[in-house]
Every structure is written in structure tokens, then in C-alpha cells.
């Protein structure tokens, strides 16, 4: 089941509980980095336009721009409180508010497009690639970050468990199961479908947890549970609390990632 538009509205309507993911994994992530490989990738020179679709609180343009970047840097992001936030933090990144499949640029406007862990959102990736590929110039390239398959496994498997008890989770499955319409397996035919040509890599690391507390922050942090009135909310942490004392007994428990970088370049 995919996730329906309304629920990705909801979900990213300001950055707060985005923020509280983001900050899960710069902090408890163990292992090789994601920017490092990023920036391998990418390779930049430095005058590049770049457009990151689906940009978020517009973290990867600001990081490119405080290091020194000097072409144009754009990021789009289809919710108003994104956007609004990502220009009053980054003020020397153009923010703008639009769907990956309806870009609001000329053909050709950008060498580089980036499309960070947002795919599995779009309704269409394909009209999306379209687009993506409509406002590239010829040459330059298309890089999506995505979950791979088996991202997180541990904890899913965790959060199966109490679904018995606690049917609310459901939803915190099926949003998962959602996210798997873009991974590196049924990514990869796509973007081949409209580059024509796509690189595949994959980046293993993994979440480090000393408590339970910032797993159930992630998990309460997820729209399936933050739309659930809060006295509700409080009793599925609570089940899922229990599920995980176990899996802290030998102190730290490990929760493996799986991230895929799909790279394609415009004929
Ligand atoms: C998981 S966040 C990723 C943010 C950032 N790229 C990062 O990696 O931290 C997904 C973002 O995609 C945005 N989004 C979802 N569907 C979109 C669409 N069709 N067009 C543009 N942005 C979209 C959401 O509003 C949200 O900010």
C-alpha cells in the first residue's frame, strides 16, 4: 500500500518530526556516513547549478553553500512549512515551493539533481523522472538517495510484534511498506527507464541505540502515531516499550541500515 498524499502533507507540514529522524541518525549512527559518499558522487566542482528536490528543511543545499559552492543551489519541497523554513535558515539558497513532477524551470536549467530520500513520497515517479530529466541540461546528472531493501529491518520487526496487541501500528507498517516503492530494486528499472543508463551503490551502516528512548522518540515522531490522540499514543509507546526492553538487555541494541544511491546522467 503506498502512502496517500494527504498523509505525506501532514507528515512534513513543518519539520519537527522530520527533524526528530534527522537527528536520530546524526547522532546514533555508526559506521560509514552518508555526506562523505554523497559528495564522492557528486563529485562537484564547485560552480554547479544543483536543484534538491524534495529538499526538506534544505540541509544538503545549506551544508554545499556553507562549504563554498558558489553556483546556483535551489531546493523544492512540495509543504509551505518546509519551505519557509529552509529559507530562513539557508538565506543563501533559492527555496521554492513545488511537486518533484511539476518543476516550476526551463529545459535545461541545472547540471546536477538531487532527490534525497524523498521518491517513495511520489504518487508518479516515473512523471517525476520525466521532469527531472526535462529540466537537466544535457549531461548532467540525477542522483536519488533512497531506504534499500531490508532498511531498518530490526526495528520493524520490533514494531510487528506488538501490532497484535496494538492494531494503531498497523499504519506504521503499511507508511513502511510505502516506502519501499522506491528502493534500490524496483528504483533501479525506473531511473534506467528514463536515463537510459543508472548506477546502483549501497551504503551499510547502522543506528547504535543506548536506550530504548530515542527509538520511541523516532517511532512517536512517524505520522501514523502522531495523528492518534495522545492518550492513545501513550499506550501504544508504552506496548512498544516492552517489546524492546528485551533487545536492550546486553546493553545496546543495533538497528542496520541499508541506503542506495541510484546515479544516472542525462544523454
Ligand atoms: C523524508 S523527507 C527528506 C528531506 C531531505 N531530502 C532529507 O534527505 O533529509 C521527504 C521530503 O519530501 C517532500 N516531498 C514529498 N513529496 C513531494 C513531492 N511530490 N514533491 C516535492 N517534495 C515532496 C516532503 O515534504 C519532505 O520534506
Same mark, same amino acid.
Given at each position: ?92 539558497? @533559492?527555496?521554492? %515551493? /513545488?511537486? *518533484?513532477?511539476?518543476? #516550476? ?6 547540471? =546536477? &539533481?538531487?532527490? +534525497? ?36 529491518? @530490526?526495528?520493524? %520487526? /520490533?514494531? *510487528?510484534?506488538?501490532? #497484535? ?6 499504519? =506504521? &507498517?503499511?507508511? +513502511? ?91
Amino acid at each position: 500500500m503506498s502512502i496517500q498524499p494527504a498523509e505525506v502533507a501532514a507528515q512534513y507540514a513543518t519539520d519537527r518530526n522530520l527533524r526528530v529522524r534527522i537527528e536520530t541518525h546524526e547522532q546514533y549512527t555508526v559506521g560509514p556516513r552518508l555526506e562523505p559518499e554523497v559528495d564522492r558522487l557528486l563529485s562537484l566542482r564547485g560552480d554547479e547549478a544543483l536543484l534538491d528536490v524534495g529538499t526538506g528543511p534544505g540541509n544538503f543545499p545549506g551544508r554545499l553553500r556553507a562549504e563554498g559552492h558558489r553556483g546556483r543551489l535551489v531546493g523544492v519541497d512540495l509543504s509551505p512549512g518546509m519551505v519557509e523554513r529552509a529559507a530562513s535558515t539557508y538565506p543563501g539558497v @533559492e527555496f521554492v %515551493e /513545488a511537486s *518533484a513532477d511539476a518543476l #516550476p524551470f526551463p529545459n535545461g536549467t541545472f547540471d =546536477l &539533481l538531487t532527490a +534525497r530520500h524523498m521518491l517513495y513520497h511520489v504518487p508518479d515517479v516515473s512523471a517525476a523522472l520525466a521532469e527531472f530529466m526535462r529540466v537537466l541540461r544535457p549531461g548532467g546528472r540525477f542522483l536519488a538517495v533512497t531506504n534499500a531493501t531490508g532498511y531498518m529491518g @530490526e526495528l520493524w %520487526e /520490533a514494531v *510487528a510484534e506488538v501490532v #497484535p496487541e496494538q492494531p494503531a501500528l498497523a499504519g =506504521l &507498517l503499511e507508511s +513502511r511498506a510505502g516506502s519501499a516503492v522506491f528502493s534500490e530494486q524496483n528504483g533501479e528499472p525506473l531511473v534506467r527507464g528514463a536515463f537510459g543508463n543508472v548506477e546502483v551503490g549501497l551504503l551499510e551502516n547502522a543506528l547504535v541505540f543506548p536506550t530504548p528512548e530515542p527509538v520511541l522518540a523516532y517511532l512517536g515522531s512517524m505520522t501514523a502515531l502522531q495523528r492518534l490522540p495522545d492518550k492513545d499514543r501513550l499506550q501504544v509507546l508504552s506496548a512498544l516499550r516492552r517489546a524492546l526492553a528485551p533487545r536492550f538487555l546486553m546493553g545496546e541494541w543495533r538497528v542496520s541500515k541499508r541506503v542506495a544511491f541510484l546515479h544516472a546522467r542525462k544523454k
